[in-house]
């Protein structure tokens, strides 16, 4: 049983960065995948970053390609992501997801090949 809760959500400008974390809690796996959800208002919730244990492993949506970047320290339980040169179609509330049976790496973009999920941070940017 994994529990997982977001944090570092708020409102910023158009171009600004913003990080947000997600402590992790519970029974994990080395084999452990962690990714990033988010959601807008009206619309599906869309893969936007995952990462395996080592954090050697990851995966970026298109649309935030270059302009975010995931990370983990398993010390600390906690993942991380950093979003930089924010736009306006950012806005969203984002959502952490753990796979903690993941026996393998691979490309995890859709909601039902995670197991926990967290509670969301709002993220708004402005113009």
């Known amino acids: 049983q994994v529990q997982l809760v977001e944090s570092g959500g708020g409102l910023v400008q158009a171009g600004g960065s913003l990080r947000l974390s997600c402590a992790a809690s519970?029974?994990?796996?080395?084999?452990?995948?962690m990714g990033w959800f988010r959601q807008a208002p009206g619309k599906e919730r869309e893969f936007v970053a995952a990462?395996?244990?080592?954090?050697?492993?990851?995966d970026y949506a298109s649309s935030v390609k270059g302009r975010f970047t995931i990370s983990r320290d398993n010390a600390k339980n906690t993942v991380y992501l950093q979003m930089n040169s924010l736009k306006l179609e950012d806005t969203a509330v984002y959502y952490c997801?753990?796979?903690?049976?993941?026996?393998?790496?691979?490309?995890?973009?859709?909601?039902?090949?995670?197991?926990?999920w967290g509670q969301g941070t709002q993220v708004t940017v402005s113009s």
């Open positions: 997801a753990a796979d903690p049976s993941a026996s393998s790496w691979y490309s995890r973009r859709y909601p039902p090949e995670y197991n926990y």
């Open positions: 519970g029974r994990t796996f080395s084999s452990e995948v």
């Open positions: 990462i395996n244990w080592s954090g050697f492993n990851t």
